[in-house]
């Protein structure tokens, strides 16, 4: 998928008419997720949402892992490896790029031993035989195959769940009462902007983040700049720069997950010296560029500041 459809963010006739495929969804998901899942023998946390595309997944599991590692844990990190073409459970390696694991696991990888593959048990079983003692889940929460320990419901706080409802009349993957009945907790990255939380049981945890950028993006205040990004919503990119003072004289989104053509590189680089503009992207952009052209680019990165640390920190202790 390149671009969510402009009816997922609100009711209309075609997502009311589109609502019987959603049913029929609906009941094939609960089916899939009630069989048992293998039970590893170590702490199983998976960062998982109700909608399709980014809600800061990724986001939240370099942030446990990084809280993990400072625990003295050996954390092994889980995903699927969108993207990439190699076939699983493999352990991501330094040689490996975009192409064969996927940008987010590249990405994961630098902080903690990663693993790729659609089976998140036979990637669960790898971890724990290389020495992982606690696995963690980077998407997942509608996969069976690995029993949860915690699941964390993470929510985008600028689109919620959209219209609220099921594929393909909606974004949800299943139902936002089905996703949550088996969370231990939410994790709201942003402010609610789309009532989102009212759709939760009052009984459900909820933690609160904000995306904070790198340090680096001071240093864009009053410069020209071309920001490029392929990511879920790359608004979420963009506005942040503009916040910061960088003026932006374009800026373009590609598709998630989108791999760079050597004739769209030049684009970017012939119109950044036209409009003498630096090119800035993100690190999960950053990893699918040439290294060559990589030097060429500014990437501002991003983490999660909490409301209340101790509260997550606290979710980890209790393993």
Same mark, same amino acid.
């Given at each position: 998928?390149?671009?969510?459809?402009?009816?997922?963010?609100?009711?209309?006739?075609?997502?009311?008419?589109?609502?019987?495929?959603?049913?029929?969804?609906?009941?094939?998901?609960?089916?899939?997720?009630?069989?048992?899942?293998?039970?590893?023998?170590?702490?199983?946390?998976?960062?998982?949402?109700?909608?399709?595309?980014?809600?800061?997944?990724?986001?939240?599991?370099?942030?446990?892992?990084?809280?993990?590692?400072?625990?003295?844990?050996?954390?092994?990190?889980?995903?699927r490896g969108y993207g990439g073409g190699a076939r699983g459970p493999r352990r991501?390696?330094?040689?490996?790029?975009?192409?064969? /694991?996927?940008?987010?696991?590249?990405?994961?990888?630098?902080?903690?031993?990663?693993?790729?593959?659609?089976?998140?048990?036979?990637?669960?079983?790898?971890?724990?035989?290389?020495?992982?003692? /606690? &696995?963690?889940?980077?998407?997942?929460?509608?996969?069976?195959?690995?029993?949860?320990? /915690?699941? &964390?419901?993470v929510i985008d706080g600028a689109s919620g769940f959209g219209n609220g409802r099921?594929?393909?009349?909606?974004?949800?993957?299943?139902?936002?009462?089905?996703?949550?009945?088996?969370?231990?907790?939410?994790?709201?990255?942003?402010?609610?902007?789309?009532?989102?939380?009212?759709?939760?049981?009052?009984?459900? @945890?909820?933690?609160?983040?904000?995306?904070?950028?790198?340090?680096?993006?001071?240093?864009?205040?009053?410069?020209?700049?071309?920001?490029?990004?392929?990511?879920?919503?790359?608004?979420?990119? $963009?506005?942040?720069?503009?916040?910061?003072?960088?003026?932006?004289?374009?800026?373009?989104?590609?598709?998630?997950?989108?791999? $760079?053509?050597?004739?769209? &590189?030049?684009?970017?680089?012939?119109?950044?010296?036209?409009?003498?503009?630096?090119?800035?992207?993100? @690190?999960?952009?950053?990893?699918? &560029?040439p290294s060559a052209f990589r030097s060429r680019v500014t990437v501002i990165g991003?983490?999660?500041?909490?409301?209340?640390?101790?509260?997550?920190?606290?979710?980890?202790?209790?393993?």
């Open positions: 998928m390149t671009r969510a459809p402009a009816f997922w963010s609100r009711d209309t006739a075609l997502s009311r008419l589109l609502a019987p495929l959603s049913a029929v969804g609906t009941a094939l998901t609960a089916r899939r997720v009630a069989r048992p899942g293998w039970r590893a023998p170590v702490p199983v946390i998976c960062c998982g949402n109700a909608t399709v595309g980014g809600a800061g997944k990724t986001t939240l599991v370099l942030d446990l892992a990084q809280r993990l590692r400072r625990r003295g844990l050996d954390v092994h990190i889980l995903l991501v390696q330094p040689t490996d790029n975009a192409a064969m /694991v996927g940008d987010e696991a590249l990405l994961l990888a630098a902080v903690a031993p990663t693993w790729t593959g659609a089976d998140r048990a036979a990637s669960a079983r790898a971890a724990v035989a290389a020495g992982a003692q /606690v &696995l963690l889940m980077d998407d997942g929460l509608q996969n069976p195959t690995l029993a949860k320990s /915690v699941s &964390l419901l099921v594929l393909p009349a909606g974004p949800l993957r299943e139902p936002v009462a089905a996703a949550a009945a088996r969370s231990h907790a939410a994790i709201l990255i942003g402010p609610d902007a789309t009532g989102a939380l009212a759709r939760l049981p009052p009984s459900l @945890p909820v933690l609160r983040a904000s995306l904070v950028q790198d340090r680096a993006i001071a240093g864009l205040a009053g410069r020209r700049v071309l920001a490029f990004a392929g990511i879920a919503r790359p608004e979420k990119f $963009f506005a942040p720069l503009r916040a910061a003072g960088a003026i932006l004289v374009e800026a373009r989104p590609f598709p998630d997950h989108h791999p $760079f053509a050597a004739a769209e &590189l030049d684009a970017l680089t012939r119109d950044a010296d036209r409009q003498d503009a630096r090119l800035v992207t993100t @690190p999960k952009d950053a990893v699918r &560029l991003v983490g999660l500041a909490w409301d209340d640390a101790a509260a997550i920190e606290a979710i980890l202790g209790r393993l």
